[in-house]
């Protein structure tokens, strides 16, 4: 008899991000705060709670009275007119916000991505064109990073800058650029160099792109639902000032790589479906239904809720600490998009209501609604082919 071939062992996996023993007594209270607002706002009837609220629900009057608060640009300095505030401050407010499934579609990509991006690399002539106003919820954005026929492999965008006197003269096109048609300006990861096969990071760069400049077209792309919320944006000989680069030029790898951390770890990538979750307990609690085998299926989703959350929160305290947990934020991402899908399943076999997308409200409308937004939770912010390899790699698998 011969042995059994043992096979390498795995390598020690690495620590990633610890979430905060607890959150301390002002952030609670803050919390508290949000949440009573968000009480008024629903008794008023001043919108309906809907998944994916995050990427479609788009209402400039909420964003502004949220801005009225000062519950946006909570890490913007107060020199910009910020709150100056903590990441974990911030986290609570939009972790009710989410739950809530409030209406923050318009600012959401400004106060999440583009003011740390600012603060980080930009210029004092770009943070104070544009932080005061984000701040304000006067100032929207949208990033312009995948390209067509590219998909989530940014180190193929084609988009061209041409140094011409004064600036850069920009050509080529970006895809899936949510709220580009309301927004006022973008951020674009464009080649300024020739690219180099054997550094395929390298001659890439940034640009803050004001989307009302001569030679910007955006192009709707529908959603399955008819909503307008995705578009093409276009450059035709645009010309971009070199007071609107943002960080170094042909550092713009190192400031995407960086900013996708933001965009991939916060509670959205989990707490998308979360209305139609509360929904559904209510429905099973309502008609009686919660037999042992939907009581299992509720516990194992809120289960996985809560491990999510740690994870996340671990992220936002590394990001607080200067760090750029990029392994940590690929796992919130993918595993968010899978958990957010699970809770869709779980409606549909749970609840005998078919979903609705006519229906007013209720819970028909809010499966209706996930139903019909799911196809995009594997794509944003990098599909799950791309955020597998990234967290094999990170893990060293591969």
Known sequence: MHDEPVSDPLPPLPDLVSPPAQLPAAVAELRARVRAFLAEELAAGAWQPRPDAWLSAWDERFTKELARRGLIGITIPTEYGGRGGTQLERYVVIEELLAAGAPVAAHWIADRQVAPALLRFGSPKLREKYLPRIAAGECYFGIGMSEPDTGSDLASVRSQAT??????????AKIWTSGAHRAHAFIALVRTSPRDEHNRHAGLSQFVV???????????IPLLTGEHHFNEVVFDDVFVPDDQVLGEVGAGWHQVTSELAYERSGPERFLSTFPLLAALVGELAAAGEADAGARRQLGFLVARLWTLRQLSLGVAAELAAGKTPDLAA???KELGTRFESEIIDAARLLVRVPPDPQAEGGFARLLADAVLHAPGFTLRGGTTEVLRGIIARGLGLR
């Open 330 to 332: 690929a796992l919130v």
């Open 210 to 220: 004001d989307l009302d400049w001569p030679g910007v077209q955006i192009r709707p």
């Open 163 to 172: 140094r011409v006197e004064g600036g850069w003269r920009l050509n080529g």
